[in-house]
């Protein structure tokens, strides 16, 4: 499609290889596409003449199959979705904005800031995971490692290899079970070809010598990311904090990283493995680790107790599996950001925590942020209509699943998570005295 009839574009941002623009959409011509929130990538002058234009057309045409398949591919990546050409030659393409999802508000000195969620932000130490506020728990990268592993292995049953797989170009969501999605989607290879040459991320390199973009180099990187997730470095190969967790994951890792092609396993592999850790992983949240080491140093004076919830367009949301508190009967663990040492009259919204994945979250209402589905018909109600911090309160919780863990957030002067506590043996009452 020719460049001036997407309608309004604005810059988002620049590089050495493109420009990605905005597309406000509206226009006519976009009414066919799967996706209402659009960018357009334009290639740079000197990109063009290496790129393969037919290529990128068969990698457009290919999107209404990748979209409609059974596996879901289409929710994993930014595809591209249309082509677009400047001046009578292809100058780049369409493809999906990423999702609100992987977008967080990332805790700077300087204050909050909205970027998105690349998985580099985790390849670092404690210390960084609590100054950014990042609720990042062992289980919750078991789970981020399981989905990338999963759509690598759906992507080479569909002949599609990633090639550049690097934390700059993997997202991660912060939902109540984590997910990746896939940025520069252009440069994968597809049926042994690709529309630009091969490239690869430094640090994230394949062995000197070994052929770039095949299931083996896609093999190799998921090792380093496995490795690297629960080193909370960027640039380590050390398997020892990963088999600490899980040695079969170790044994996996190290395989992985093997200079020979043939022993690496194959990311579909993994999965059997990283279920089996996921059952015993902590849930642990970063300030609380720091805590437990006895260095004295816990969480922000505005860290949430288990996960920021939205109050803004884009923000964070829950974390899956926080810790419960060993009494069942009170909710505590009280954090906010502000207003320490006043009373706060609270709306309490129960929202269902860590409920089997069955679709997209849902939104909250009053907020754009994504939740998971509270069970219908359940109810929190407080003993008392106004609370202090560091104080615990007796509740009645009912319509929830037996043994089903809950969370709850208030609506008022701010949001935040009050805490958790898991329900009764009957899953309807008073879940203590």
Same mark, same amino acid.
Request: proline share 7%; hydrophobic share 35%; aromatic share 6%.
């Given at each position: 499609m020719p =460049?001036? *009839?997407?309608?309004?574009? +604005?810059? #988002?941002? /620049?590089? !050495? %290889?493109?420009?990605i623009y905005k597309v406000s959409g509206g226009a006519p011509i976009l009414r066919a596409l799967p996706y209402t929130e659009l960018v357009y990538k334009e290639y740079n002058r000197s990109e063009r003449a290496t790129l393969d $234009?037919?290529? #990128?057309?068969?990698?457009? &045409? @290919? =999107?209404? &199959?990748?979209? *409609?398949?059974?596996?879901g591919l289409g929710d994993r990546l930014a595809w591209p979705l249309a082509t677009v050409e400047r001046e009578g030659a292809l100058s780049g393409f369409l493809m999906r904005r990423a999702p609100q999802q992987f977008v967080i508000r990332l805790q700077l000195p300087s204050g909050e800031k909205p970027t998105l969620a690349e998985a580099q932000l985790l390849l670092n130490d404690e210390q960084y995971l609590v100054d950014r506020q990042l609720p990042v728990h062992d289980r919750w990268r078991l789970q981020f490692l399981r989905d990338t592993a999963d759509t690598l292995a759906q992507l080479h049953r569909s002949g599609i290899i990633v090639g550049d797989l690097s934390p700059k170009n993997l997202l991660a969501s912060f939902t109540t079970r984590p997910c990746c999605f896939f940025l520069d989607c252009d440069t994968m290879r597809m049926t042994d070809r690709s529309a630009l040459e091969q490239v690869e991320t430094p640090g994230w390199e394949v062995p000197s010598g070994e052929v770039l973009a095949t299931t083996a180099s896609d093999a190799y990187k998921l090792a380093l990311l496995a490795a690297r997730l629960f080193a909370g470095d960027q640039d380590s190969k050390d398997v020892t904090s990963l088999s600490a967790v899980y040695s079969p994951l170790g044994q996996l890792a190290q395989r992985g990283m093997s200079t020979d092609p043939s022993v690496r396993p194959t990311p579909a592999n993994w999965l059997a493995t990283l279920d089996a850790a996921t059952t015993r992983a902590t849930t642990a949240l970063p300030w609380e680790r720091i805590g437990r080491n006895g260095d004295g140093v816990g969480p922000p004076t505005d860290a949430p107790t288990? /996960?920021?919830t939205r109050d803004a367009p884009i923000a964070l949301p829950p974390v899956p599996g926080a810790l419960a508190p060993n009494n069942p009967g009170r909710i505590f663990g009280i954090a906010l950001a502000a207003l320490v040492g006043f009373l706060l009259v609270i709306g309490v919204v129960a929202q269902a925590f860590n409920r089997p994945s069955g679709g997209e979250p849902s939104a909250t209402p009053g907020s754009t942020s994504p939740a998971f589905d509270a $069970?219908?018909?359940?109810?929190?109600?407080? *003993?008392? +209509? %106004?609370? %202090?911090?560091? &104080?615990? @309160? *007796? =509740?009645? =919780? /009912? !319509?929830?699943s037996p043994g089903e863990d809950v969370r709850f +957030?208030?609506?008022?002067?701010?949001?935040g998570v009050m805490g958790i506590f898991p329900a009764d043996s009957t899953g309807s009452g008073s879940p203590g005295p």
């Open positions: =460049a001036d *009839s997407l309608g309004a574009i +604005s810059k #988002l941002a /620049s590089g !050495g %290889q493109a420009t $234009p037919d290529m #990128l057309d068969n990698m457009a &045409q @290919y =999107a209404a &199959q990748l979209m *409609s398949g059974p596996e288990t /996960s920021p $069970p219908t018909g359940a109810r929190l109600a407080l *003993s008392n +209509s %106004q609370v %202090q911090i560091d &104080q615990t @309160y *007796s =509740a009645t =919780a /009912s !319509g929830f +957030s208030w609506t008022g002067p701010t949001n």
